[in-house]
């Protein structure tokens, strides 16, 4: 069986402070997280974003190609650090992750 995690997100601009910048009022994603080895996982991001507004194309195109990358690259370097990189899933009897444990340090 793949082993498969899959996180949406979505947009939640209440939860921010009202302040002079322009926030993404709708918007909405899949990460994908499947294991594909022992040491390599693959992953799969997709996301809708309406930025309500008048944004410059030369932004926009910078923010489609840049971000992702960007995104990816550090999520990449998060993850090799501690307590992430010691991290392992706990699943339950159907073979669905339902918690991460920790290998203590030392």
């Known amino acids: 069986k793949t082993k498969t995690i ?5 947009a939640r601009p209440e939860k921010l ?6 926030r993404v009022l709708d918007a909405y994603g899949t ?6 080895s022992d040491s390599q996982t693959r992953i799969t991001w ?3 974003v309406d930025p309500t507004g008048s944004l410059p ?3 926009v195109n910078s923010m489609l190609t840049d971000l992702p990358f960007e995104s990816l690259k550090s999520f990449r370097d998060l993850v090799r650090k501690r307590p992430y ?6 699943y339950d009897e159907h073979g669905n992750p339902v918690d991460l444990m920790y290998e203590s340090p030392g």
């Open 31 to 36: 990460y994908i997280l499947e294991a594909i």
């Open 6 to 10: 899959t996180i949406h997100i979505v």
């Open 85 to 90: 990189n010691s991290a392992k899933f706990v």
């Open 46 to 48: 997709q996301q809708y």
């Open 57 to 59: 194309a030369w932004l």
């Open 17 to 22: 402070p009202q302040t002079k910048h322009v």
